[in-house]
């Protein structure tokens, strides 16, 4: 069964920059796709972005487009999330989800059925 384990979160001030990881492990199909998800208190669940596992494809929300970057390692192992100009608003669990098989690259909850714990990120102003 795949699974999913986060890292990289922390406290950073407006302006600074943090790189999550997620590692995955378990998948039974050449394909699949892994996305960040982010949940702030009293909000609902947000997405941040997805890629494929070749790295060839990759989807942002507008609101992190041109701030935050996603990547997959060359062992197909390790996904991670690249942020940069952090704002207060970005505070939230960042949850790494992921699809196993073929299937279409969308930032959708729904298209993902395999969720990590999730990690801190905190943005103080």
């Known amino acids: 069964e795949v699974q999913l384990v986060e890292s990289g979160g922390g406290l950073v001030q407006t302006g600074e920059s943090l790189r999550l990881s997620c590692t995955a492990s378990?998948?039974?199909?050449?394909?699949?796709?892994i996305a960040w998800f982010r949940q702030a208190p009293g909000k609902e669940r947000e997405a941040v972005a997805c890629?494929?596992?070749?790295?060839?494809?990759?989807h942002y929300s507008d609101s992190v487009s041109g701030r935050f970057a996603i990547s997959i390692n060359d062992a197909k192992n390790k996904v991670f999330l690249d942020m940069t100009s952090l704002e207060p608003e970005d505070t939230a669990i960042y949850l790494c989800?992921?699809?196993?098989?073929?299937?279409?690259?969308?930032?959708?909850?729904?298209?993902?059925?395999?969720w990590g714990q999730g990690t801190q990120v905190t943005v103080s102003s």
């Open positions: 890629i494929n596992n070749f790295g060839t494809h990759r």
């Open positions: 378990g998948f039974s199909s050449q394909f699949y796709r």
């Open positions: 989800a992921a699809a196993d098989g073929w299937g279409p690259l969308v930032l959708e909850e729904t298209n993902y059925n395999f």
